[in-house]
Antibody
């Protein structure tokens, strides 16, 4: 059974870059697509984008200009970077396995809270 | 973007009684393969969302059969035949027909 674990700094300063990783255990990163999502009390759940091992990506247009995703197959993990953050990027960030051609996300990681504040 | 709406947003329930949540999309979620790309999730307090229903009406592995999904096109329903205390949390619908994937605002289910 695949398990996902997000990790990264819990506090990022405004205008700086947010960097998170999602490590998978129990399954190979290379076999699937992987999505990042975030959740705030105000905006609810927001899909950030997905990446496949082969580098194929699909990003939410609302974040695309600030977003990078990558895959590290040696460590079986994916990474997210979001540049020029503001308080509006404060959220709980999740990674999830994305069954792109079948239409669902499962499972999800437990999530990690990132606060943008000086 | 496809806009997802849910009703009600709050649903007090009595254990043993049925419950129903509605989800509507601004565009049809019917894929050319004949399936509706609509999923339901439950987010229990302090946890991440867990998949309940995929492709509109298919229960995910391990999901009790008291949960059922129905609907097609733009209107979908999640039903719980007999609510149990462990079913409390926030229920979300999500469309995966197009990117960006979008979610409903959530329906908070708690015990009366």
């Amino acid at each position: 059974q695949v398990r996902l674990q997000e990790s990264g700094p819990g506090l990022v300063k405004p205008s700086e870059t947010l960097s998170l990783t999602c490590t998978a255990s129990g399954d190979s990163i290379g076999n699937h697509y992987w999505s990042w999502l975030r959740q705030t009390p105000g905006k609810g759940l927001e899909w950030i984008g997905y990446i496949h091992y082969n580098g194929n990506t699909n990003f939410n247009p609302s974040l695309k200009s600030r977003l990078t995703m990558s895959v590290d197959s040696t460590k079986n993990r994916i990474s997210l970077t979001l540049s020029s953050v503001t308080a509006a990027d404060t959220a709980v960030y999740f990674c999830a396995r994305d069954w792109v051609t079948a239409g669902w996300l499962d499972p999800w990681g437990q999530g990690t809270l990132v606060t943008v504040s000086a | 973007d496809i806009v997802m709406t849910q009703s009600p947003l709050s649903l007090p329930v009595t254990p043993g009684e049925p419950a129903s949540i509605s989800c509507r999309s601004s565009q049809s979620l019917l894929h050319s393969n004949g399936y509706n790309f609509l999923a339901w999730y439950l987010q229990k307090p302090g946890q991440s969302p867990q998949l309940l229903i995929y492709l509109g009406s298919n229960r995910a592995s391990g999901v009790p059969d008291r949960f059922s999904g129905s609907g097609s096109g733009t209107e979908f329903t999640l039903k719980i035949s007999r609510v149990e205390a462990e079913d409390i949390g926030v229920y979300f619908c999500m469309q995966a027909l197009q990117t960006p994937r979008t979610f409903g605002p959530g329906t908070k289910v708690d015990i009366k």
